[in-house]
């Protein structure tokens, strides 16, 4: 991950973190009067900018979609969750460069702009596992300071962003793909080969990446919600405590250690 600090050396690159910032918290802002849970998310069409722009920007997406967030928290959302969400949003925008082209036999070996049924399966999953992260971080934080249930929070953050990244991100991709190879900003060709970390083990942190993102928010969602125990009259009601947050916490290392090794 070191090209998430060596891409500062570069003016074009800390243009396309204020970019992605900038079209991230416009499209957020005037959403923000339509909330699924007051004061922590909304309906967010925006969610597909940060997997767009990830594979396009690479790391200036996900300081973009890290600093728009905090900047789209200042109209009516911001809190210690905020925190939390700072964090999530930058992993949603590090997740879908970091695991493209890395996932072996799920892995198109296409272009981005490539129309094909491989490479929109790619990019399906990685916009799947980038939504499920982000909901991971956020859901954990929150329920760490007892503010809402990951049980609650985590499927929500996790179809919200999967359903606009899903829906409307291939289209952009398409759109956006050749005219940012044309006018030489895609991250690859701005940033020198030397400030790129070179995957260690990519099909290994890939596998982690899966493994712990996932594994926190199916883990997350039943300890919150007692599925793991089959309570009776207490399944999805939603609970908050120690028990669920020390139980995600290994997956969530598990998961950035992934993002290390890819």
């Known amino acids: ?13 800390v243009v396309l973190v204020a970019l992605t910032a900038a079209v991230y918290a416009a499209i957020l802002i005037p959403l ?29 997406g996900a300081w973009g979609s890290a600093f728009g967030n905090l900047i789209g928290d200042f109209y009516g959302t911001l809190g210690l969750g905020s925190i939390f969400g700072f964090v ?12 493209w082209g890395k996932m072996g036999p799920l892995s198109s070996g296409q272009p981005l702009d490539a129309r094909s ?9 990685v916009a799947f596992l980038a939504s499920a992260s982000c909901a991971a971080i956020i859901s954990w934080g929150v329920d760490l300071f007892g503010l ?31 005219r940012a190879k044309r006018w030489d900003i895609l991250w690859t060709e701005i940033m020198e080969p030397q400030e790129i970390s070179r995957a260690k083990r ?27 125990a089959a309570l009776p009259f207490t399944f999805g009601t939603g609970t908050t405590g120690l028990g669920v947050v020390a139980a995600v916490f290994p997956f969530l290392l598990l998961f950035i250690l992934g993002c290390l090794l890819a």
């Open 1 to 13: 991950m070191r090209e998430v600090i060596t891409m500062w050396r570069h003016t074009k690159m």
């Open 32 to 60: 923000k009067g339509i909330p699924l849970i007051p004061g922590f998310t909304e309906i967010r069409p925006a969610n597909v900018v940060p997997v767009v722009f990830s594979l396009l920007f690479g790391p200036a």
């Open 88 to 99: 999530g949003n930058f992993y949603y925008g590090l997740v879908p460069y970091k695991l």
């Open 117 to 125: 049924g491989r490479m929109l399966l790619e990019y399906l999953l």
């Open 148 to 178: 809402v249930p990951f049980g609650v929070l985590g499927p929500i953050i996790t179809f919200n962003n999967f359903i606009a990244a899903g829906l409307l991100g291939p289209f952009l991709l398409w759109l956006m793909y050749p």
């Open 202 to 228: 990519p099909g290994v942190g890939a596998a982690l990446m899966w493994i712990g993102g996932m594994g926190a928010v199916v883990v997350g969602v039943g300890i919150s919600t007692g599925l793991h």
